[in-house]
């Protein structure tokens, strides 16, 4: 198992980090992946998990599939805890590895923003867990109002909130009538689709801040003629158990509240050693590299990139081309060569209303809506599916939805009585990985 | 919502309560079916979801999606706490519900038959939250031994024991076989799949006991030829962490052990009016009925059902059978007329081994081994899914499969992360269902 080459550490395993790893494929050296999961998440579609049009698993890729035919790649699923810059080495519960270079694509979470009570009583949506909950959440309390006869508490039951109106507040709102409207009309009965209530919760003053005032317009319209409730200007002052209140006193009763309001980045210890930005992200050199250690990279969510003086958004495309600027960059190290800037192209980005129906702004300049911008983001959404065989799943569910408006996926599983053993950590005598440079 | 039609409660949705439903679809009667869950699970294929070939979802069919077209039935999910046969009425959490006719269908559970540590430290294998859990283990034991460089700790993490030699028993071992061979070989380059050992634990002389000895014998070689390694005549003494002891002292070391050993027959309070037998089986007349309450059905695994003073195996064949005569019998009691005895008749049953190979027995009188007994198991298994969209998704899938061998289904998800609330408890004083005849 000893080898002469230079060891590189992935932390992360989305969207940068896996576009790294390919881009490096041919690169003399050792590679490791370090991720929590065994699995990519395609946040994209979070969404549609959270809204029961696909399984979890579609989204899901499992990284040692990915990594089969990337043979100087190796997988190790771990929660990094700690890093020691100047020593170079990364302590996981299991094992210490040490690098000689170390890329940092650990995301981002859920920020609460302080909100009391948001954290115990709202529902997260950045993992594939909290789309399952929300899933859950929703179709839970379909049952419960079903069976129940007191108004007042059918009608909370009914009522669904979201705080936030960015793309995953808009994807949800709209994902979330259509959910109503297409099956739930169907499945029970004794609910009209008249009873359930969709509120989204912006404190902006319009929904999807970082597009073009009129594609805003466009989205807040075709939301509200498909019956969301819209509150602008509105923060969220407490999150009570079914209940949600705003700045200005209103009291909404909401038996499922989503939150899609903040991120934060997310990365391991120890934080004071990182000098950081607004959302706790790394401030990174124009090259990605920490400053200090240019054998230190951080890109995607976790980084605070800048461009023209403004920072990125955090949206994949952006993750995928940092991905690539700095497998170039590792490259160039490699052979003794400096680093170099990394420079974005801004292809664009696109948000889902409903099906058929969407927002996009191309280049920077070209604003699409409707049907196009939906099309738009399939084609591109697809395109960036990890696997094969997932792009022809994926891509035949779409169309059978979009044929039949079907969505098969309401079962109610029982997740706390999963018998699951936690990995087990594993006395650090038995596999510490040094180096071997 | 009054009526003055006859009200029949279902309770349990497995194969004989849908069959009955479906049967009952055009009579002149209020139907309810009650269920813990709000999905029908396709226990043939449960371990098919245990060695991750399909999703949980693949399995689980809706009720309430199958009940659209269905429309004198209604859903309800409760749990059936008790039953007051003279008074008629069903208990649940949520509403208490009278009824004029009522079928329990409510299945069985597992049964560790008083083995020490069994219930605590072995996964059953009965429920799509059972087969979760033991996709989980196999999975994550995987990725442990990857890490582990400790010999002995290895070895404990990479051996599998199934404790039962029934159907269920069989077909994990195949299955799990077909894991490691196919996909776990390519996926972790540092295991051999020689490191990996499947021990299949029986107390009788012979395997599938109620198959003729010849496919035994047949079922016996088979597993052996693909490296299980099966004991005979062999009792769990006790279960602990990775440890399993036989009673004649023998210890296996097992990171993942698998009880699939006993059942017992699963229904609502107060057992002790109930009139039962082995395995806690509701004795039923020979019209299905419980004796003195000729009102009261009880069918499919609950139901301790004999054909020529022989009980029935409690297989899926004969719950559909029985859901049938249940209805015949419900249909003949509305007109007035009095019901009739069941009569099985016995088309066969059939076990896989593996891709490609099984055993089978039809008619009671003509087995059949190997690819033919394969082909016959899936198109049964396949007949009987309940949706048409499952049907095709299901062969869909079995067919990539027989053609690419790929398994995807491998991502290890945080179950113990995912928020969910339970069905909340109701006052009764709001739901109150009175049957109104």
């Not at 690169?27 to 969404?47: G, Q, S, W």
């Not at 948001?118 to 859950?136: G, V």
Request: charged share 25%; aromatic share 8%.
């Amino acid at each position: 198992m000893l080898s002469r080459k230079p060891r590189i550490i992935i932390v992360g395993g989305g969207f940068a980090g896996l576009r790294l790893i390919r881009k490096l494929a041919q690169a003399n050296a050792e590679i490791i992946l370090i991720d929590r999961h065994n699995y990519h998440t395609f946040v994209p579609l979070l969404y549609q998990v959270a809204t029961g049009f696909v399984t979890p698993e579609t989204i899901a890729y499992p990284f040692r599939k990915y990594l089969r035919s990337i043979k100087n790649t190796r997988f190790i699923q771990a929660e990094v805890q700690k890093v020691n810059f100047d020593a170079k080495v990364v302590n996981t519960k299991a094992m210490d590895l040490s690098y000689d270079y170390l890329v940092l694509a650990t995301g981002s979470s859920t920020r609460f923003l302080g909100v009391d009570g948001a954290a115990d009583y709202a529902l997260p949506m950045r993992t594939l867990e909290d789309a399952i909950a929300i899933k859950d959440r929703l179709i839970g309390n379909f049952e419960r109002a079903s069976l129940c006869q007191d108004i007042e508490r059918r009608r909370q039951l009914l009522t669904i909130a979201i705080v936030g109106g960015g793309a995953t507040g808009v994807e949800l709102a709209g994902s979330i009538i259509e959910l109503v409207r297409d099956t739930l009309a169907q499945d029970y009965p004794n609910i009209s689709t008249r009873e359930v209530r969709v509120i989204l919760i912006h404190s902006g003053t319009r929904l999807l801040a970082d597009y073009p005032q009129d594609l805003s317009d466009y989205t807040s319209k075709q939301l509200r003629r498909k019956g969301v409730k819209t509150h602008f200007q509105s923060r969220v002052r407490k999150v009570m158990p079914g209940e949600i209140i705003l700045d200005d006193g209103t009291v909404l009763e909401a038996a499922a509240i989503i939150w899609t309001a903040g991120v934060e980045a997310d990365y391991p210890q120890p934080k004071n050693q990182i000098p950081t930005a607004k959302k706790d992200k790394i401030c990174v050199t124009a090259n990605l590299q920490l400053p200090g250690y240019p054998e230190v990279y951080a890109i995607g969510d976790v980084a605070l990139v800048k461009q023209n003086g403004e920072p990125l958004l955090g949206i994949a495309p952006e993750a995928l081309q940092q991905g690539t600027a700095v497998a170039h960059n590792l490259r160039r190290q490699l052979r003794e060569m400096p680093p170099q800037p990394f420079k974005y192209f801004n292809k664009g980005k696109a948000a889902i209303i409903a099906r058929n129906n969407g927002v996009a702004y191309l280049f920077g300049k070209i604003p699409l809506k409707g049907f196009a911008a939906w099309l738009m983001w399939l084609v591109i959404h697809l395109y960036y599916l990890p696997g094969i065989a997932n792009r022809f799943v994926a891509l035949g569910r779409r169309l059978r939805d979009y044929l039949t408006k079907e969505r098969d996926l309401r079962q109610l599983f029982d997740y706390q009585n999963i018998k699951q053993s936690k990995l087990i950590s594993m006395s650090k005598n038995n596999s510490v990985m040094a180096s071997k440079k």
